[in-house]
């Protein structure tokens, strides 16, 4: 079933989606070598707690945590630890909000210090594919549009492009219909309808596209223990293209500075 919003809903959306952002570029002031990711998940709590909204993630199918943080050759959905970031390290960050009634749902992969060169390559190529895959949303197109747009771009480079997750609806709830893969053909899959919210959200590995679930039942990790990047999207679907309800202007400014 798939839930088409109003123009008021959408605002509501991009309401929890500009918070999660701002989350983002909060989170990302305090990435540094020697922080633990337990911090940079109480730093996400407390802001999220203090802009009136409630931490979308925390206690959803017993996720324990308000962020999902994933170093290096983890996927998705670690589980934030006393693992002190170092020099080098990459970590994915995923935050959710629930606020007014819908949830906010987006993630950004973050450098820690100076990384090499080729890891610096994926993240930058897995925030093109999402681009690249945001701008085939648009209505009468299909989700395969933004699928093969995804796939095409990544593995341009040889990246692995991971199967077993993918993206998704946002509402009231934070996983609805549809699935939105990061693989597939253009021209095939439901068609996309003005008012659909769709979570974009490209999980790209440096090596094999083949990924390991780890026994603490969260986190997912490369099987070849490569890096991997996830950048996330929440996006309104228009006549005449994405109306992205994620912020990552606010987040880079936020690095620069
Ligand atoms: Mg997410
Ligand atoms: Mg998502």
Not at 102 to 114: L, P
Not at 116 to 131: D, G, H, I, M, S
Not at 140 to 152: C, F, K, L
Request: net charge negative.
């Amino acid at each position: 079933m798939i839930y088409l919003k109003t123009q008021e809903e959408i605002e509501l959306l991009r309401e929890n989606n500009l918070l999660v952002s701002a989350t983002l570029a909060e989170v990302g002031k305090h990435v540094r070598p020697g922080v633990t990711t337990r911090e940079l998940d109480a730093i996400a709590e407390d802001f999220i707690r203090s802009h009136g909204a409630v931490p979308g993630f925390l206690g959803y199918g017993g996720f324990p945590n308000t962020l999902c943080i994933s170093v290096n050759e983890q996927v998705v959905h670690g589980i934030p630890s006393d693992y002190v970031l170092k020099e080098g390290d990459i970590v994915s960050v995923d935050c959710g909000t629930v606020m007014k009634g819908f949830y906010g749902d987006s993630a950004y992969t973050f450098a820690v210090g100076e990384i090499a060169p080729e890891v610096a390559q994926l993240l930058r190529v897995t925030k093109e594919a999402l681009y690249k895959g945001v701008a085939q949303a648009k209505a009468e197109n299909r989700i395969g549009d933004i699928s093969a747009a995804v796939q095409e771009h990544a593995e341009r480079y040889g990246y692995g492009v991971v199967r077993e997750l993918v993206g998704h609806g946002l509402g009231r709830d934070m996983h609805e219909d549809p699935e939105v893969p990061n693989y597939g053909a253009r021209g095939r899959g439901p068609l996309l309808k003005e008012g659909m919210v769709l979570c974009v959200e490209p999980m790209i590995n440096l090596g094999t596209k083949h990924v390991v679930f780890e026994n603490d039942g969260w986190t997912v990790r490369t099987r070849d223990r490569k890096p991997s990047a996830h950048f996330e999207f929440a996006i309104a679907i228009h006549k005449n293209g994405p109306d992205v309800l994620t912020d990552f202007d606010i987040i880079e400014k936020a690095l620069k500075n």
